[in-house]
């Protein structure tokens, strides 16, 4: 039986929306599978190097990677204490989809034995500016239940 999620925990969602737990860190999962996300070890490097920052950092090479994924239209999900944050290329019915059939999921069997009791639970949705190499630009504020399908 699955136990109640209390502390953080992150996934990737692929564009298709195959979810991915994330161990630790995005960007960690990120470079051990490079592959995964159609890029190679190398240009990871360069991006880093563009950037004279260490390896596997948390700087400014790491925000120009996600945000380069996420403008492929991976998800990124991280659960804090008080909300899940998410980050989108657009949020559309596409991404509605993908987003409501991994909170069905989370909601209920959940993820590596642990699951969001909390429905209500706020999703702060940050949706990509057109060019990659800008912040987001739009917040969109809802609740884990919103995503959920209605019960009739």
Request: proline share 7%; glycine share 6%.
């Amino acid at each position: 039986m699955p136990q109640p999620l209390k502390n953080s925990i992150a996934f990737w969602i692929a564009p298709g929306g195959e979810i991915h737990r994330v161990p630790s860190c995005h960007i960690e999962y990120v470079i051990d599978h490079p592959n995964l996300f159609g890029m190679s070890e190398d240009r990871l490097r360069t991006i880093y190097e563009e950037h004279n920052e260490p390896w596997r950092c948390e700087g400014l090479a790491r925000g120009k990677i996600i945000r380069q994924l996420i403008s492929q239209g991976w998800i990124r999900v991280r659960r804090y204490s008080g909300e899940y944050a998410v980050n989108v290329r657009a949020y559309d019915t596409t991404c509605k989809n993908i987003l409501s059939s991994f909170v069905q999921q989370l909601t209920s069997e959940g993820f590596d034995g642990r699951y969001e009791e909390d429905q209500y639970m706020p999703l702060a949705i940050r949706v990509l500016a057109r060019a990659p190499d800008q912040d987001p630009q739009t917040q969109i504020r809802i609740r884990l239940n919103d995503l959920l399908p209605s019960e009739v």
